[in-house]
């Protein structure tokens, strides 16, 4: 029996009994579906009392208000400085079993993740006072201007800490780096931007034009990167066992990846020990692979209907693939909710085509 028509009926059988409601006028599967996407670490504040699923995981749908609230047991206490592990398997659990809570219409993606406590805030002690913040000096020259002008680039985002400008040692520019601009109209512009800025300059005083020109120097921020301390092989997932965070001196241009988003994304190619991890270097992980056997959820109302069918194509979280029966009678879309699992988006089988 082709498998929509075997959805079909048994949809009907159950609806004839009171126990399926059917989806609203103009609904789609899609608005019924809840998704919990666990995240890989998780750093608690130091006084955070009791661990919900909503600190563990993004969750979106109509059944996330519910979730979030979950409440989860830890064997071990969360303690600042090492790692207490968490399943998967433990979260999925938790949510099934939770009173109220439709899981047939929940999709759980991500694997088992670990959890630690941020530090104490220490005051400072007795009567000694912090280190003073770095104060930007007074604007005399368009040197002091420009530099002062570079912290306030809202796409920079730096401080005068954390931030580094070398200029040209050309004799020109450390000329125009020395002009007096007390008393005058600076007019400052950025009109270019790769490893270097360039920026135009105007100077005014009074209704007198002093300078019209331009200027291009190097600006390097201190940004957290993910390094790699072993090598990592093509299709490897990026993992803390073989990385580590570091603070490093860069170009905001930099393709750097964020160190936590990096965690659990394949490698596109083998990737040597101590170098940065790029955007280019990193792809999410196939979780459906072209030919596999995977378990593939329907969805209508409060109804879940679980079967076993073959992809069609290879599948990311969150991408729509084709998919077939396993006796290669139906074809239907779905999209990828996990390793091995998909959600069909449509009871309206796809029309066969070769491949």
Known sequence: MPIQR??????????????AAPLAMGSTLDEHITTVSLRPTV???FDHSQLTINDIATIEG????????????TDAPIASGQWTPLACNTVRTLIEQAPGVQSGSIVISGGDLSITRRPTTKPNAGNTPSSPALQPKAASTLRDQIEQWVYTLPWLKSTPESTRIQFSNTQ???????TPTRGRTVILKEI????NISVEIIIYEHDRLITETTIRFEVQVQRPVRVTTALIMRSELITAEKTVVETRWLSPMDPIVDPQAALGQASKKSINAGSQIINSMI???????????????SLSGRVSITMSVRARSNGRLGEIIELESRDH??????????PGRVVILKDKPIEPHDD
């Open 6 to 19: 075997l959805i079909s009926i048994l949809l009907i059988a159950i609806g004839s009994i009171g126990l």
């Open 43 to 45: 750093r608690l504040a």
């Open 62 to 73: 109509p059944q996330a208000t519910a979730i979030k609230a979950l409440p989860i047991p």
């Open 172 to 178: 020109r520019d450390q000329n125009l780096l020395n």
């Open 192 to 195: 270019g931007r790769s490893k």
């Open 283 to 297: 792809e999410q992980p196939l979780l459906v692979k072209r030919g596999q056997i995977v378990s593939a959820r």
């Open 329 to 338: 009678t139906q074809q239907f879309t779905a999209r990828v909710a996990g």
